[in-house]
């Protein structure tokens, strides 16, 4: 975490939006009930998984109106 930004929080005092905006932007943060957690790098197995899953789903869905996507932010 930013030491900065951790040294002018006071003590059990909960983040914002606001503040882990603040953070480096080469990280990336979630913040759930005021409390932030830096998001782990998916590791190579995870990344595997997830595009066997995704090759699945997919050819599954050709010609159907579904489609399958990788990120949940598109």
Same mark, same amino acid.
């Given at each position: #975490?930013? $030491?900065?930004?951790?040294a002018n929080?006071?003590?059990?005092t909960?983040y914002?939006y606001?503040?882990?905006?603040?953070?480096p932007?080469?990280?990336?943060?979630?913040?759930?009930? $005021?409390?932030?957690?830096?998001?782990?790098?998916?590791?190579?197995?995870?990344?595997?998984?997830l $595009?066997? #899953?995704?090759?699945q789903?997919h050819?599954?869905?050709?010609?159907?109106?579904?489609?399958?996507?990788?990120?949940p932010?598109?």
């Amino acid at each position: #975490m930013s $030491g900065l930004l951790k040294a002018n929080k006071l003590e059990n005092t909960p983040y914002s939006y606001g503040d882990i905006k603040k953070f480096p932007e080469n990280e990336k943060w979630e913040l759930i009930n $005021g409390v932030p957690y830096l998001q782990a790098q998916p590791t190579f197995e995870h990344q595997e998984i997830l $595009g066997n #899953m995704f090759a699945q789903i997919h050819n599954y869905l050709q010609g159907k109106p579904c489609r399958v996507v990788t990120e949940p932010a598109v």
